[in-house]
């Protein structure tokens, strides 16, 4: 039996399924249905939202709905609580406590936090963007305005988690993938030397790593277990002897990887 | 005088930024210092924090700092809440009512939200975002496999939101450049039109394209007010003849331009 969540915003809804995810994460063994209801910002909106969680409700042979409510507005959040569902709103309770810190009221604006732009973080973000494609694969590249390079072997994950960290903090991370000469030399190749401070390794399990290449090139010798261990063991040789950080990447998100890089570099990016 | 805030995760700490900077934008005129403490996963960690907070508190002359707490094992945040800031803990208020509410008790797991990585998930991610970078400029590209095609001028944001939708969501997001010869011809590229329920177009005021164009090209004719109107006015007449639904994205965060393009295409992807 499943129970059925939506996740109500007045912006695109991320927020509301992420903090929902981690809580319901919190009840093992129970299974949900999950909807997101993105945009809800006029009353007009808030009235589908309410109709659409009510029908569930009668389809669901009268279990109510859980709804993870990241609207702002207390007229909206009163016509969703029309609804009958289990409403959790993730602000209310926090509104009070900062009002009384803080000696004020809030002000009532709509909820801003992917609302208005502003326009130099944006370009930061681009620009980071365009950074990491132009920085992509360590040929004719230039690192000096590089916050991050990442080093690894062939898809251990440096191109995604590069395009993470540009397009969610900013963060200008180009990557260079060890070469089978550079592995062979145990040498770090002289373009990257002057920028030791920023290099950072990424590792994998060498079976995952079969798996993912074999997806790309299947029956190679690149996709065989034996090689990629022989690159795995030398790169990790490599790293260790050059003193670079590294991370196995294997059971982790692209968001995490990304935050334990900064955090461990000591760049603090801030996202707004 | 600016109030100190500290984002503290067990986790990436995004989630606690995200809410944290929605409600405080709740106070308006007011500015706040922010610190994000991530990976807050023991209680050596959860000291380091509670020590830090306690540093703030000192130094800011006694103002105590705020602290948006997603950390969810209680004998972290029992260690956390002797620093004295106040404290918001994002998931607390939940808890109860949704035990209340499922008839059992939390299992009092670790944060997963970003925590285990579904392999499949993780591929789904990984092989949209291989396919943004391999269609993403509209030359020798097959369109089958995309769930959505961005179409719109140079720059007007394609390539960003194709690798945001990609990397967030999975979603597989070709883009194509409208170029002047379809501008002038105000027809649809022959390659396009079998996907026409999938394509969705991006527009941009012309005095920010303006802007973003002379940052890449200073003082060429691509750059010109004139050209920026003339190409806008143009594609948005052909959006308008082909009905292609169309975004302008000069006010608008990527994340708030995936997430709205998603919904008006009727892509309902989870993140997780």
């Known amino acids: 039996m499943r129970r059925t969540v939506f996740y109500v915003s007045d912006s695109t809804g991320i927020t509301a399924e992420t903090i929902g995810h981690s809580i319901l994460a919190q009840f093992e063994g129970l299974r949900f249905d999950t909807h997101r209801i993105p945009f809800v910002d006029s009353p007009e909106k808030a009235q589908a ?18 709804v993870i409510n ?29 009002e009384d810190e803080l000696g004020r009221k809030r002000s009532g604006a709509v909820n801003r936090a992917h609302g208005l732009v502003d326009f130099a973080k944006y370009e930061t973000r681009i620009n980071a963007t365009n950074y990491a494609l132009a920085h992509d694969d360590g040929v004719n590249v230039n690192y000096a305005d590089a916050d991050v390079v990442l080093v690894g072997v062939s898809r251990s994950g440096k191109t ?113």
């Open 160 to 272: 995604p988690t590069c395009l993470y960290m540009a397009l969610h903090f900013g963060v200008k991370a180009a990557n260079y993938p060890l070469t089978e000469e550079d592995l062979q030399q145990q040498e770090l190749p002289v373009l990257l030397r002057p920028f030791r401070e920023r290099l950072f390794g990424l590792t994998i399990d060498a079976q995952r790593l079969m798996q993912i290449r074999n997806e790309r090139r299947p029956g190679s010798r690149y996709a065989t277990l034996e090689q990629c261990s022989w690159e795995l063991a030398q790169a990790d040789k490599l790293m260790r002897r050059e003193n670079i950080q590294a991370l196995n990447t294997t059971h982790t998100s692209i968001e995490e990887i990304g935050s334990k890089i900064l955090s461990q570099l000591g760049i603090e990016k801030h996202m707004f």
């Open 49 to 66: 939202a309410a109709l659409r969680i009510k029908t569930a409700l009668a389809q669901n042979g009268g279990e109510r709905p859980i």
């Open 70 to 98: 990241t609207v702002m507005d207390s007229v909206l959040n009163e016509i969703l609580s029309t609804s009958g569902a289990l409403m959790l709103e993730v602000f209310a309770p926090f509104i009070g406590p900062l």
